[in-house]
């Protein structure tokens, strides 16, 4: 009996053994050698990735890969960012040019297997949405039948758009764009009825690219869910369970009150839970492979979750985005993390 068992248990190991990925851990190594994180971002949508006058990202997604340097390196400034457009994101991953996608990208299950891909969490719950000028008097999106609606290709979008109006028993004409600044420039200048992408994607282009915002309305209907968040490659456990670990942390500090302000005073807690992931209680860095103040790092450079959230995305921003469904769990919203332990 204790022969078969321990039988069994060497067939596990072998078992595990062949199936665990040749190259584990070969991102954190490649990063520390290189001393940075290569990021691939957005290549212009204010609020998540776009850069200023001087070529520097900023956004939410951006921050991801802030707090992920931190929390790697111990330095959040250690991070190159590759523009991609949506038909590039990813061959981008696949092909090792960039370590991690931090862009405005849905996780599905053909993404999460076929392409190789593993997402690490979700920092934007979103929906499809569709925008139309006002002058249209267009109050719903049932509205659109015989519309042309302009549409970037290699996106969710695309398809959600060929199922909603099928669905609906609606026509519709698609202008099919690859580049994000020609797309939009078709939209403006008319060439489509509608724009459609995801609604915070909306949001951004009427607040920053529309020439007259109030020209233009946001219908009401989500038409689809797109969870966005951070990609990594299949076949590296490690640097796939950091990304996940500084999503949640960035998470947790909010709902523990951890703030970029308050973190230094925060080691100090005798809460267990936070001094367990600000590392005054050793062991999470040491489980993730990484220094025990990984998570102040990261929080301390980009502040938690609702911070970067505010800063980017939130009411008092052009995008004017209220927390809604991107609350935390304990208010609502959809935002929970696992527990550090
Ligand atoms: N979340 C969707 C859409 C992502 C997407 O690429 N959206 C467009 C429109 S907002 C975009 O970001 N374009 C910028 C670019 O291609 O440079 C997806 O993952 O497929």
Redesign the pocket.
């Known amino acids: 009996m204790m022969i078969k068992s321990m039988l069994v248990a060497a067939t596990a190991l072998v078992a595990f053994g062949a199936a665990a990925p040749a190259f584990a851990g070969e991102s954190l190594d490649a990063i520390r050698e290189r001393g940075s994180l290569i990021c691939g971002v957005?290549?212009?949508?204010s609020g998540f990735s776009a850069p200023d006058s001087e070529g520097v990202y900023a956004g939410l997604d951006v921050d991801v890969c802030h707090a992920v340097a931190a929390a790697i390196l111990g330095d959040a400034s250690a991070v190159e960012f590759v523009a991609l457009?949506?038909q590039q994101r990813f061959t981008a991953l696949q092909s090792g040019e960039v370590d991690i996608l931090s862009r405005?990208?849905?996780w599905t299950l053909t993404r999460d297997t076929a392409l190789g891909l593993n997402f690490a969490g979700v920092t934007f719950y979103?929906g499809q949405g569709f925008m139309v000028p006002k002058e249209l008097g267009v109050t719903s999106a049932l509205e659109l039948s015989g519309a042309t609606v302009c549409v970037?290709p290699?996106?969710?979008?695309e398809l959600n758009l060929a199922d909603y109006f099928r669905a609906n028993d609606m026509d519709f004409d698609a202008v099919v764009i690859e580049s994000?600044e020609e797309v939009n420039a078709a939209y403006f200048a008319g060439r489509c009825d509608v724009y459609t992408?995801?609604a915070s994607?909306l949001a951004?282009?009427r607040s920053t690219v529309a020439p007259n915002p109030d020209d233009h309305v946001i219908l009401p209907e989500l038409i689809s869910k797109?969870p966005?968040g951070p990609v990594v490659r299949h076949g590296d456990d490690e640097f796939f369970d950091i990304v996940k670990w500084v999503v949640f942390a960035l998470i947790e500090a909010e709902e523990k009150g951890i703030t970029q302000a308050n973190v230094d005073e925060m080691l100090g807690s005798d809460d267990p839970t936070i001094a367990r992931l600000l590392g005054s209680t050793e062991g999470m860095g040491e489980a993730l492979g990484l220094s025990e103040d990984w998570a102040y790092n990261a929080i301390s450079a980009v502040g938690n979750y609702g911070e970067i959230f505010e800063r980017h995305v939130g009411v008092n921003t052009s995008l004017g985005l209220e927390r809604g469904i991107n609350d935390l769990w304990t208010r609502g919203g959809l935002m929970y993390a696992m527990p550090a332990r």
Do not use: H, M
Request: aromatic fraction near 4%; avoid cysteine.
């Open positions: 957005n290549t212009g949508l457009t949506a405005n990208t849905t979103d970037q290699g996106t969710t979008t994000f992408t995801d994607g951004s282009i797109e966005l």
